[in-house]
C-alpha cells in the first residue's frame, strides 16, 4: 500500500492498497530467550513487542537483527525529541565535561537552579507565579506518591476522588487511584485507603449513556452533587486527580467544558485539583500541558516522563496555599539526577524555540485525518480521538451489538492482530484501554509530515491484513 499523491502537497491524501511490501518475521533471538529465562513474569513490552535493540536515533530504532522500526511508542511518550537528539546528547557531555556532580540529593547546583527556571516559564503565568516544586524519586509513580501526601498534609483530610479509567502508577498508594482492575486483583486490600471512584467523561462509551454535552452536564451534576450532599456517604475529600487525556485508559480526552466544570466544583468546595501530566506534558498534546487547552489552573500538577530529557526524573509542582507539610515530609535518593535536569531543561528550551507544540497539533491533525480516511474502508476503526499527538483508535466490531449510544462494542480480539502487523511492517505501536482494544499513537513530537505519512501508510496495510486474517 502507498500514499497516494494529494493535488494539495501538505494535505494527506487517500490511501491505496498495492501489493509490494516487507515483512518481517520474528523468531526468539538469544537475547530475547535469556530475557524470557532470566527476567520476571512482570515484564510486560516484550511480550507483544519482541525486539531486542541496539541503536536508535530521532523516530527510529534498529534491533539486532539490523532491521529498523518507526517507534510510536517512544518510551510510553518519554521520547519527546526521539532517541539520541543532538541537544540532548550535547548537554548529558556537557555535565561529564564539567565534571559537574552527577548526584546531589536536594543539594541545589546551578544545573538544577536552570532546571527550575526552565520549567516555572512554561507553566501559566497564573500557577508560576506561586509555585513551589518537590523533586521525587525518578518515576511518575513517586511524583504520585508525593502529592498524595502533599494534600493530605495539607488539607487534614485523607479520602481522595479518582476516575474510571485513571492510570497513575503501580506503586501501593499509585495503584489504588488506578481504574483497571487487572493489577489490583491479585494485591486484596491495597495499603492505601479512601479513594472514591468517579465517572470519567468517556464521550464514545458515555457511562450514563447519554454522550456529548449532556453527558458532560450530567456527569458534572453527579460530581457536585457528591462533593456538596451531606448524605452521599463520601467524606469531603483532600483531593480530585484527573487526567486531561488519559493515557493508559485508551487516550480519552476530557471534554474541555467538564475540565472547566471540575475545575469550579472543586474550587468551591476547597478541594485540591491534582491533573497529572506525566504522560500527555510537555507539547504532547498541542499545547505545553493538556490543561491548558481548558484554561483551567490546577493546584497540584504531576510530572516525569518527557521532563527529564529522556533520563529519569519527576517533580510535583504546586501552589503555595498547599506547602504545609514539614522537612523530609517526602524524599528520595536519586531526586538530584543532574543529568536528566541538564536535558531536560536542553528539551524544555527547543519545544519553545522550535514552537513543538504547533507541530505537534499540526502533525496530530494530519494523522487524525488519514486515519478518518482510513475508516472509509475499515469499520473496524469505530472512534478516532486524542489530542495533538497523543491519539488513540478504538476498535470495534461492526458486527456485534450497539451499546445505548449505538456504538459496536469493542473488538478485543482485532487489536493485538493490528499491533503484530504494524510490527512486522517496522512500525511500533501500544495498545490501551478497555479489553486492550485501543491502539495508541506516542510518536516522539519531531515527527515530520512526511513520517506521519508513513506511519499511517503502514497502519492502513496492517489493518488490512489482520481484517482479512479474522
Not at 421 to 442: A, D, Q, S, T
Request: a negative charge.
Amino acid at each position: 500500500m502507498s500514499v497516494a499523491t494529494s493535488l494539495i502537497e501538505d494535505q494527506p491524501a487517500r490511501i491505496v492498497l498495492t501489493p509490494a511490501e516487507t515483512l518481517f518475521q520474528f523468531n526468539e533471538s538469544p537475547l530475547l530467550a535469556r530475557q524470557s529465562q532470566q527476567e520476571s513474569n512482570a515484564r510486560s513490552y516484550p511480550r507483544r513487542i519482541p525486539l531486542a535493540l541496539k541503536r536508535a536515533k530521532g523516530i527510529y530504532v534498529e534491533d539486532v537483527e539490523g532491521r529498523s522500526f518507526i517507534d510510536c511508542l517512544a518510551g510510553a511518550g518519554t521520547l519527546a525529541l526521539g532517541h539520541n537528539h543532538p541537544v540532548v546528547i550535547e548537554a548529558i557531555q556537557q555535565v561529564l565535561s564539567d565534571e559537574l556532580p552527577l548526584h546531589t540529593l536536594d543539594l541545589t547546583t546551578p544545573v538544577k537552579d536552570q532546571f527550575v527556571q526552565d520549567l516555572f516559564g512554561l507553566l501559566p503565568p497564573a500557577l508560576a507565579a506561586q509555585a513551589k516544586i518537590q523533586f521525587c524519586g525518578p518515576t511518575g509513580t513517586d511524583a504520585v506518591e508525593a502529592a498524595l501526601k502533599l494534600v493530605r498534609t495539607a488539607t487534614g483530610r485523607s479520602t481522595v476522588l479518582s476516575f474510571q479509567g485513571g492510570y497513575h502508577g503501580m506503586s501501593q498508594g499509585a495503584l489504588s487511584l488506578m481504574g483497571s482492575l487487572g493489577p489490583k486483583k491479585p494485591m486484596g486490600a491495597l495499603l492505601s485507603s479512601g479513594v472514591q471512584f468517579m465517572p470519567y467523561p468517556y464521550d464514545y462509551r458515555c457511562p450514563f449513556g447519554l454522550g456529548g454535552a449532556l453527558g458532560v452536564q450530567v456527569n458534572l451534576n453527579y460530581l457536585e452533587n457528591l462533593l456538596n450532599d451531606p448524605e452521599a456517604g463520601v467524606q469531603l475529600p483532600a483531593a480530585v486527580i484527573v487526567e486531561a487525556v488519559q493515557g493508559e485508559g485508551g487516550v480519552i480526552p476530557a471534554d474541555l467544558d467538564w475540565l472547566r466544570g471540575l475545575r469550579r466544583i472543586t474550587e468551591q468546595a476547597g478541594v485540591a485539583l491534582i491533573v497529572d501530566e506525566i504522560q500527555s506534558g510537555f507539547a504532547r498534546t498541542g499545547k505545553m500541558f493538556a490543561f491548558e487547552h481548558a484554561g483551567i489552573i490546577p493546584d497540584v500538577v504531576v510530572m516525569s516522563k518527557a521532563i527529564g530529557g529522556s533520563l529519569p526524573l519527576a517533580v510535583v509542582v504546586y501552589r503555595d496555599w498547599l506547602d504545609t507539610w514539614l522537612p523530609g515530609a517526602h524524599a528520595g535518593t536519586f531526586r538530584g539526577n543532574q543529568m536528566a535536569m541538564a536535558a531536560g531543561s536542553a528539551v524544555m528550551r527547543y519545544l519553545t524555540e522550535h514552537k513543538i507544540c504547533e507541530h505537534a497539533a499540526a502533525m496530530g491533525e494530519r494523522l487524525s485525518e488519514h486515519l478518518r480516511i482510513l475508516q472509509w474502508d475499515f469499520p473496524q476503526l469505530g472512534d478516532i480521538r486524542g489530542r495533538g499527538l497523543m491519539l488513540g483508535v478504538e476498535l470495534v466490531d461492526p458486527t456485534g451489538a450497539p451499546d445505548a449510544q449505538g456504538h459496536p462494542p469493542i473488538f478485543a480480539r482485532l487489536a493485538p492482530l493490528v499491533q503484530r502487523e504494524c510490527l512486522r511492517r517496522g512500525l511500533i505501536l501500544e495498545l490501551g484501554g478497555r479489553h486492550g482494544g485501543v491502539v495508541r499513537f506516542l510518536p516522539p513530537l519531531v515527527i515530520t509530515a512526511a513520517e506521519i505519512d508513513r506511519v499511517a501508510d503502514i497502519f492502513g496495510r496492517a489493518m488490512a491484513a489482520a481484517t482479512a486474517s479474522l
